[in-house]
């Protein structure tokens, strides 16, 4: 059983930093690409930043300069350092990873796992 768990959310004012954390765990074959995507209060989830497996990474426009995505592969975990943090990044934020599973000793296929999220609230 694959699962994506997040930690690192929480209160923070504008201006202050923040850095989320995502460990894949699991019998788990082979990680793709992992990101963050986050959801505001009704609006859709959106893209945040990916990084492929070979540490090429994309960042929507809105946190570019800002927000740094990287991963240790080797223990499966991605990071989201949040720096000058604005009211408009509250929002819960959700891990994703493209996981190729180990299922009875066979090679499941690729797909996507979503983590549980982690409230990020900026306050003014």
């Known amino acids: 059983q694959v699962q994506l768990v997040e930690s690192g959310g929480g209160l923070v004012q504008a201006g202050g930093s923040l850095r989320l954390s995502c460990a894949a765990s699991g019998t788990i074959f082979h990680i793709n690409g992992m990101g963050w995507y986050r959801q505001a209060p009704g609006k859709q989830r959106e893209l945040v930043a990916t990084?492929?497996?070979?540490?090429?990474?994309n960042y929507a426009d809105s946190v570019k300069g800002r927000f740094t995505i990287s991963r240790d592969s080797a223990v499966n975990i991605v990071y989201l350092q949040m720096n000058s943090l604005k009211p408009e990044d509250t929002a819960v934020y959700y891990c994703?990873?493209?996981?190729?599973?180990?299922?009875?000793?066979?090679?499941?296929?690729?797909?996507?796992?979503w983590g549980q999220g982690t409230q990020v609230t900026v306050s003014s």
């Open positions: 994703n990873a493209q996981i190729s599973p180990l299922i009875a000793g066979t090679v499941g296929r690729l797909k996507d796992y």
């Open positions: 990084v492929t497996s070979g540490g090429s990474t």
